[in-house]
Every structure is written in C-alpha cells, then in structure tokens.
C-alpha cells in the first residue's frame, strides 16, 4: 500500500483528465446564472437553431436502428448495459443533431432520460 502511495504523490494525472475537468468547470460556470442552462429557448447563450421535427428519424435514432452501424451499435450498447464511453456519448450526440439527423439535443435529451430511468433497479 505504501509503494503504490509513494507511486501516486510522484505522478501527475493525464493531461486529458485536466482537460475534462476544465470542461466540466466550464460548463458548471455557464449553468450558474443561466436558469434556462438547459434549454435552447429562452436561453441568452445558446444559438437558436432551426431543428429539423421527425419523430421516425428520433425513434430510428433511439433504437439503434439509423443504418449507420456505429451508431447503431452505441445505442444499442446504452440501451443494454447504461453506459457508454464518452467518446460514443459524443458520436451520437453529433449525429442527432448536426452530423446527420438535425434533430435538437433537448429531443435526444428526453430519449437518453427515458432509456437511463427505464434501466434503473427498483
């Protein structure tokens, strides 16, 4: 125990680890006098985007079914274990809204809400 402590005060985290802490940091700073954070209406910092409205598409999207079999996969990996990598969090969040499907994040929102709650243990 005492050599893998000694190990640990001689090393310093990876480089990506601070960057997600910045980033979380980032957002944390941005949300804090923004009660509308979290919307795309309402809210003075976000860009007002003109989301393409197709439920097919989102469905497709939320079953793993979009064709695209990465993206497939990922949704398909979320729906049976509750987690994805970071990285693929990214891949289908791009992909639902300006990587393909122009759907807004607040749809894709609701979905990911709806899959994680299903998943939960009573």
Known sequence: ???A????????PPLS??????????FYTAATNNPRF???????ICVQI???KNPE???KWAEGRTGFPWIDAI???LRQEGWIH???RHAVACFLTRGDLWISWEEGMKVLFLVLEFRKVP
């Open 1 to 3: 125990f005492n050599d």
């Open 5 to 12: 402590l000694q190990v640990k005060k001689n090393s310093s």
């Open 17 to 26: 680890l601070y960057g997600q802490l910045l980033w979380r940091e980032f």
């Open 38 to 44: 979290d919307k795309m209406e309402g809210n003075p």
């Open 50 to 52: 003109p989301w393409d």
């Open 57 to 59: 598409a989102l469905a």
């Open 75 to 77: 949704m398909t990996q």
């Open 86 to 88: 970071h990285l693929a």
